[in-house]
């Protein structure tokens, strides 16, 4: 059971990391089945409960920033669980789900409280220290791991019941309070952008995306071609008044270095 | 006077100091990048999202581009300010980017470029991996797999990963070349090319706070009469998405006014945190 279990978690901790980097799809519940399946000897139960909990999972894909209950935990969990309780998928969803709901709001915890480490890493490139900035993505991924390693490990030693309260046991308005948080966190780095772009007279734009996209629900491709629209005229624009008026000896100071 | 002085500065800086353009990029350079773009989302967070995983992986051009010390580390800093695409298309903005680089265009035009590239190309990779690719592997897959058969998993992996590794190696040679094609073309216009990339960024950014920050306040006054959503109700009749931007300004302000990023890092969690324990947010 031991051995089951750190194979499980290990596999885990390493799907955890494709879910966001490689990408290969080895953490999607079809393929989770199969490993899971394989390493607790049941190769056909661990496919069939991998192709169910894959279809309940089908459309859950972080589109928009939303991150859904997490596939990975779902998966191998969901599997673990319904080969060593001898259950029917269907009821392995019911275990699974609450674990899933409960390790994305830890996601979403990691990816709040790693926003501070961005300021050792403006720190490393501004002291161009690439092997810095190599290891802090290092770091994030190795906390990636761990943290699956961990949560997969447990739940599969201890049982899903003992291993249910202890999720009950985080307060919930500390998770809530911190997911908000995550949520409004994106306008620091937006206000970061706009802190080195802002200019006034180009002000009226940053409205003009904002009001498309609040009003008439623009999607961003459709705004970037609409600003593309308006680049393009304003160019046209105002090559012809340069044109027009006397040559202003080639844009003042610009050199194209050759 | 000041203000043509204020402007000079201005523009040496977002320029680097050692303009001359050989080509140093090669196609190896461009597949090391392509391997590197696997660890785009490595250090992901909320406040800059991929910068940290975007600069590891353009660090190989960088390092071969900047033999001046200033200007490798301006560049470096530009790379490390909020950045996300769509993780599948990643290799795409570096192609062109790392031209751009190549050819020491100024920076608020290359990031004008990268911040215009982001929207755009999450929709194209929303539609193509999440609601395309996935379900029809996913599906094909999972049917096999529920008939107990092995092949389930594994032809799901290859229908997958052919498409995803395919792209992920060819994008990066196609944009980069894309990019100096586009950059000869534009070099006489690098002003011209500058403000339009203004254009084009801030109109995205401010889309992008309107879809991408979330901040409601969902509670509800109950005064035995009526309720009142406030939400619903109030904000959202006085303009949709009036917290996100009004809170993004704020944050605005308060870099302008010298706090740090960290200082804004906590404040947010203090409102979020409070607004939780008062039952308002």
Redesign the interface.
């Known amino acids: 059971m031991l051995m089951d279990a750190l194979l499980i978690a290990i596999f885990a901790g390493i799907a955890g990391i494709d879910m966001?980097?490689?990408?290969?799809?080895?953490h999607?519940p079809?393929?989770a089945?199969?490993v899971v399946g394989w390493i607790l000897g049941d190769?056909?139960m661990g496919?069939?409960v991998?192709?169910?909990l894959?279809?309940v999972w089908?459309?859950a894909?972080?589109?928009?920033?939303a991150q859904p209950p997490n596939v990975v935990i779902g998966g191998i969990i969901g599997t673990a669980f319904a080969i060593l309780t001898k259950q029917e998928a269907t009821t392995a969803i019911g275990v699974a789900i609450p674990f899933a709901v409960a390790v994305q709001a830890c996601i979403t915890l990691l990816?709040?409280?790693?926003?501070?480490?961005?300021?050792t890493?403006?720190k490393?490139?501004?002291?161009?220290n690439?092997k810095g900035?190599?290891n802090?993505?290092?770091?994030?991924?190795g906390i990636l791991f761990v943290f699956y390693f961990i949560i997969t490990f447990l739940p599969i030693m201890l049982g899903a019941e003992a291993a249910q309260k202890i999720v009950e046991l985080l307060p919930t308005?500390?998770i809530?309070?911190?997911?908000?948080?995550?949520?409004?966190?994106?306008?620091?780095?937006?206000?970061?952008?706009?802190?080195?772009?802002?200019?006034k007279e180009?002000?009226i734009?940053?409205?003009?995306?904002?009001?498309?996209?609040?009003?008439l629900k623009?999607?961003?491709?459709a705004?970037?071609?609409?600003?593309?629209c308006?680049?393009?005229f304003?160019?046209t624009l105002?090559?012809k008044m340069d044109e027009s008026t006397f040559d202003n000896s080639n844009?003042g100071?610009?050199?194209?270095?050759? | 006077m000041e203000e043509v002085i204020a402007m000079e500065y201005n523009e040496l800086d977002s320029q680097y100091e050692d303009r001359s353009t050989p080509k140093v990029i090669t196609k190896k350079d461009i597949n090391k990048m392509a391997f590197r773009s696997f660890f785009l989302q490595a250090s992901f967070n909320y406040e800059r999202m991929q910068a940290c995983g975007w600069l590891y992986g353009m660090i190989p051009a960088l390092e071969k581009i900047h033999k001046n010390e200033k200007d490798l580390s301006k560049s470096m800093k530009m790379h490390m300010e909020f950045f996300n695409v769509h993780p599948f298309l990643v290799t795409f903005v570096q192609g062109i980017v790392t031209a751009m680089e190549e050819n020491k265009e100024d920076l608020d035009t290359i990031r004008g470029i990268k911040v215009a590239l982001m929207g755009p190309l999450g929709g194209i990779g929303d539609a193509l991996f999440w609601f395309t690719l996935l379900p029809i592997a996913a599906s094909i897959g999972a049917s096999l797999a529920l008939e107990g058969s092995v092949l389930g998993p594994i032809i799901f992996l290859l229908l997958f990963n052919i498409v995803h590794f395919g792209l992920r190696f060819t994008l990066g040679h196609y944009a980069y070349k894309m990019g100096v094609n586009a950059i000869s073309k534009l070099q006489a216009g690098t002003k011209y090319v500058t403000k339009g990339s203004l254009i084009l960024g801030l109109t995205v950014i401010g889309g992008l706070i309107a879809s991408y920050v979330n901040f409601k306040i969902p509670y509800i006054i109950d005064t035995g009469k009526t309720t009142i959503a406030i939400q619903t109700d109030v904000l959202d009749k006085i303009m949709p998405n009036l917290l996100p931007l009004v809170f993004t300004l704020f944050m605005f302000y308060l870099l302008k006014k010298g706090k740090t990023p960290i200082t804004l890092i906590m404040i947010t969690l203090a409102i979020g945190i409070l607004g939780s324990i008062l039952g308002v947010l």
Request: hydrophobic fraction near 55%.
């Open positions: 966001f980097d490689g990408l290969t799809h080895i999607r079809v393929v089945g199969l190769v056909r496919l069939i991998g192709g169910t894959e279809l089908m459309g894909v972080p589109v928009g920033g990816f709040t409280f790693f926003s501070p480490i961005m300021s890493a403006d490393f490139a501004e002291e161009r690439l900035i190599a802090i993505n290092y770091l994030g991924m308005w500390l809530n309070g911190f997911g908000v948080a995550g949520g409004m966190m994106p306008a620091i780095g937006f206000a970061m952008l706009l802190k080195v772009m802002y200019k180009f002000a734009y940053l409205a003009l995306g904002f009001i498309l996209a609040t009003y623009v999607p961003v491709l705004l970037a071609a609409i600003a593309f308006i680049a393009y304003d160019y105002n090559k844009g100071g610009y050199s194209d270095g050759i």
